[in-house]
């Protein structure tokens, strides 16, 4: 069962009877945390608790401040299955559209992003989903995505949508352009491979062949991660009870905007 988080620098010693702390190395004076906020967007299953909060409530306002940030004409909002489903069903619930699956997955294909070349990454896209198309035939039908890093799989998902009766096909994602390399343990490809950093992201509709394409911006991110962790902060200091364990709100945005929480030294 859950029990609690361990804390940022916290040994924990787990035992039969209790669980108890051993240490928690203190964070120098006035250093925020520096939580990683892809796990947010995409790295977490929905139903981990993180700060507080669990992940699939994140993306579900992250859908909703997209929604707010990026509205558009459609008739159904969908997604492409499954880690933005949340983000989907808040976009959809915030406009007060229909959300409506259009892509099924084949639970027989591995994952795509991680095929060695663009030509295998895009085969395994056509092999990996099947199209519901009786549910957005003739109609305008937005996708919610949580991320676009490469650009390779989301041509052919709007392709397969296109030739299926969709007419028009709109492109929200549910994270900002990723623009830099994490030098965190995450696996990011390099900064000439991010979308965002190349020629055709200037004209990124055209490229992948959507009618629009808006990402969240990294503010509506942050406040929408942070929203939670806030009020909470502020219930606990209402309330006179213990400062929150949480310390300084803070997280890791570097993939973002270019900012590391650390000096990076070469």
């Known amino acids: 069962r859950y029990y609690r988080e361990v804390l940022p620098g916290e040994i924990v010693k787990i035992s039969r009877y209790d669980v108890q702390t051993l240490d928690i190395i203190p964070r120098p004076e006035g ?3 520096a939580f990683c906020i892809f796990e947010y967007v995409y790295f977490a ?4 608790i993180f700060e507080g909060q669990m992940v699939y409530s994140v993306r579900k306002r992250c859908g909703q401040q997209l929604a707010i940030e990026a509205p558009v004409e459609a008739d159904l909002v969908s997604t492409v299955p499954e880690s933005a489903t949340p983000a989907a069903l808040g976009y959809a619930q915030q406009c007060g559209l229909p959300y409506v699956e259009v892509l099924c997955k084949n639970r027989y294909v591995g994952r795509t992003f991680i095929q060695p070349n663009m030509r295998l990454r ?3 896209v056509a092999k990996k989903f099947g199209v519901l198309s009786d549910n957005f035939k003739g109609k305008r039908v937005v996708i919610i995505d949580d991320s676009i890093v490469r650009g390779n799989t989301i041509s052919p998902i709007i392709k397969l949508l296109r030739e299926s009766g969709a007419r028009e096909v709109h492109i929200r994602v549910a994270s900002p352009p990723i623009r830099f390399p994490c030098y965190m343990g ?3 490809p390099t900064k000439e491979e991010l979308i965002a950093n190349r020629p ?4 990124l509709a055209n490229y992948i062949g959507a009618d629009s394409v808006v990402y969240l ?3 509506g991110l942050v406040s929408s991660v942070q929203e939670s962790i806030k009020a909470r902060q502020e219930n606990e200091n209402k309330l006179k009870t213990q400062k929150s364990r949480a310390g300084k709100i803070g997280h890791c945005i570097a993939c973002l905007t270019g900012e590391y929480p650390v000096e990076l030294e070469w």
Do not use: A, T
């Open 45 to 48: 299953r929905p139903d981990s």
């Open 200 to 203: 055709e992201f200037h004209d």
């Open 31 to 33: 250093d925020p945390s």
């Open 122 to 124: 895009q085969l395994g």
């Open 217 to 219: 911006s990294v503010e």
């Open 186 to 188: 995450i696996n990011i």
